[in-house]
C-alpha cells in the first residue's frame, strides 16, 4: 500500500509529536551563502556546534560571479556572504567547496554529480529548489534559515507530513521536447499553486524514458508548482548514472546499496491522496509569456485572451502582460530578444550544453543577443571541454562564463537590463528575478539556442 514517499518518510521518522509534527532524521544538508549566516550565528549564540559535520556540505553559489572568480569579488554584500560561509565552515569542521575549488559549482548541480545525493536519502537545503534531488529517488526540500539551524544543530528537523500526489506522463515525447516542456507544460495546466501541500511522484513511461539530467530538471521544477518536492522512483537510468561517482558506494556495498534501492518504488495497490495523468503526445516545445512560471504555452500558440476570466484574475492577467509588454491573443514567434541565458540549477548540465550546442553548430549568434552560457559546476565544464562543445560554441560566436547561479537571480553582476527580453533556462520569470525591470521568458535549451541564432523567438523544430 505505500508509496515511494512513505517508504523513504517512514525509514526516517524518529518521533511524532501527537497531533503535531514528524521529527525527521536528515542524511544530507547543503548550505550555500545566502541562507546559512543567521543559522551558524544562531549555534555560536547558543555556545554549541554541529552534531554531524561529516553530513554537510557547503559552496557559494548564488552571488558568485561568473567571471574572474580568481580575483576579489567587487560587490561588497556578495563578497561578505562568501566569505561568511568560508569562516563558518572552517569554525564547525565542514566540508567547502569554494570558488574556484575543483568541486565548486550550483549545490544543486554538484549533489548529483558527486554522489553525494543518492536514493533513498533526506536532503534539505536553505533553497526551495533542493526539490531537485528527489529525481535520485529521495525525499529533498528546501527550508527556512532557522531549520537549518535545527539540522545543524541535532540533524533532524521537525516537519508536518505532507500529502502525495502522482503525476503520471504516459506516451513518447515529440520532437524537441525536453523535460523542461514537460515542466512548463504541467504548471501551464495545474497553475504554480496546482501542487500545494503536496509532494509530488512524477510516473509513465514518458518520465521513465527521461535521462538522469532530465529528471533532475523536472524535479528542480516541482517547486513552481507549489508542491514541497517532487520525486522519481530510482531505476536503471539512476544506478547507471550514480555508478562509479565520487562518493558512490563500490564493490559489494554498491551490490547491497542497489539491492536496497530496487525497493523504492510505489506499490502496485499505492494509494495517493491525487492523482493527475497527461498524454506526452499533447507537450510542444513551450516558452512562457507571463511573470509566473504557470504563464506557458506551445511555442506554436497564441498568448490566451482574458475571456473567461474573473475581475480580479483579468486585474493580474493584465499587469502581467502589461508589464512583459505582450497583448492577450498575440503569437510569440519572431518576437525580437535581447539575452539568452542557458544555466542555473534547472539546466546548467552537460546535456543542456549538448543541446544547445546541437542548434548552434554551424551557425552564428545574432548580432543582437547578448549571450550568458553558465555551467552548473566546474565538472560541467571540464565535460564541455573534453567533448569539444567550447570550440563548437566558440565558432558560433559564443563564450563558456564560470560556474555559478549566474543570471538565475539578480544575487551577482548578471543582471538583465530594464525592458531587455531574455530567453533563460532558469526556473522563475517573476518581475525583476533576473534584474529591476527585466522580462524573461523561461524555455528549454533548445528553444534558448534558437533565439540564439535567430535573434528572434523561434521554434527549434525548424532546426532539428
Known sequence: MNTLFDKIWDDHV??????????LYIDRLY????????????????????????KVFCMPDHNTPTHDQ??????????TQVDTLTKNAK?????????MHPKNGIIHVVGPERALTLPGMTIVCGDSHTSTHGAMGAIAFGIGTSEVEMVLASQCILQSRPKTMRITVDGELGKGVTAKDVALYMMSKMTTSGATGYFVEY????????????????????IEMGARGGM??????????????????????????VEYWKTLKSEDDAVFDKEVRFDAADIEPMITYGTNPGMGMGITQHIPTMEGLGEAAQVSFKKSLDYMGFQPGESLLGKKIDYVFLGACTNGRIEDFRAFASIVEGRKKADNVVAWLVPGSWMVDAQIRKEGIDKILAEAGFAIRQPGCSACLAMNDDKVPAGKYSVSTSNRNFEGRQGPGARTLL?????AAAAAVTGVITDPREFI
Not at 91 to 99: A, E, I, K, R, V
Not at 203 to 222: D, F, K, W
Request: with cysteine; aromatic share 6%; hydrophobic share 30%.
Open 31 to 54: 548550505c550555500h551563502e545566502v541562507t546559512s549566516p543567521q543559522a551558524f550565528s544562531g549555534l555560536r549564540e547558543r555556545g554549541i556546534g554541529v552534531l554531524r559535520p561529516d
Open 91 to 99: 569554525d564547525f569542521g565542514l566540508t567547502h567547496y569554494g570558488m
Open 70 to 79: 580568481d580575483k576579489p569579488i567587487e560587490d561588497q554584500v556578495s563578497k
Open 443 to 447: 524555455a528549454s535549451p533548445l528553444v
Open 203 to 222: 510516473a509513465g513511461s514518458a518520465i521513465r524514458n527521461l535521462t538522469m539530467e532530465g529528471r533532475l530538471t523536472l524535479c528542480n521544477l516541482s
Open 232 to 257: 522519481i522512483a530510482p531505476d536503471e537510468v539512476t544506478f547507471e548514472y550514480i555508478k562509479g561517482r565520487e562518493n558512490a558506494p563500490t564493490g559489494k556495498e554498491w551490490e547491497t546499496a
Open 14 to 23: 524518529v518521533t511524532t509529536v501527537k497531533d503535531g509534527p514528524t521529527q
